[in-house]
């Protein structure tokens, strides 16, 4: 009589999504704590108070984001996200190609730069303040600023490529242009010192640049 095999179960496939979210909600929940205290408290808020309102271990924050540079990197980037269904970096791409009417593009720039500005000019500006007394601080911001001027540069080359910057304008005028009028210094004038609305001034930044680049 042959001996019956015992069953053997298949194993399933790892499945890393379910992980993955998990991690992806964890790093979400930080970084809005992070954001909150650090805006509220200032930079001089513990990485571990952060950690406990976060519901994870100062470790966990850590291979996460690396420390208090990585946390300020990764709060910059959710609020350049916007709030639209696209990353704003890639409804302003779009512009582009979908119009070719100069100051439409500028329009549609204004508008994007009004909707970003309230939730990434107050971090911006927070770095900026300790800057002058903390050395990585300081190197954060001239990294940003530095970023900054890469997205505008890239900007303002699409013009000229274009054809829709005036005759003696370079690509290079253009882009310092461009990083005054994105600048969260000027957000900080208009909107929070003068009180201007977030619509006045999109609508200020795309008169400004087209009255100096067109």
Do not use: C
Request: hydrophobic fraction near 40%; charge should be positive; avoid cysteine.
């Amino acid at each position: 009589m042959k001996k019956q095999e015992p069953d053997v179960k298949q194993k399933r496939p790892y499945d890393a999504s379910r992980r993955q979210e998990q991690a992806r909600l964890t790093a979400a929940r930080i970084v809005e704590v992070a954001e909150r205290r650090f805006l509220t408290d200032g930079l001089g808020t513990t990485l571990a108070s952060i950690a406990a309102e976060a519901g994870v271990s100062a470790d966990t924050l850590y291979k996460s984001f690396g420390g208090r540079a990585g946390l300020l990197r990764a709060i910059r980037q959710r609020a350049l996200l916007g709030d639209g269904s696209a990353p704003a970096e890639q409804r302003s791409n779009a512009l582009h190609g979908r119009d070719s009417d100069p100051r439409e593009i500028l329009r549609g720039w204004g508008t994007l730069t009004a909707e970003v500005m309230p939730r990434v000019a107050p971090i911006l500006l927070l770095i900026r303040s300790a800057a002058g007394t903390d050395a990585r601080v300081g190197e954060l911001q001239a990294e940003m600023d530095e970023d900054r001027y890469r997205r505008m540069s890239e900007n303002a080359h699409r013009l000229a490529e274009s054809g829709h910057l005036r005759a003696g304008v370079t690509a290079q005028n253009a882009a310092d242009v461009l990083w005054t009028y994105s600048s969260p210094e000027l957000y900080e004038l208009l909107v929070l010192k003068r009180g201007w609305s977030a619509e006045r001034y999109g609508t200020f930044i795309a008169d400004g640049i087209a009255a100096q680049l067109l």
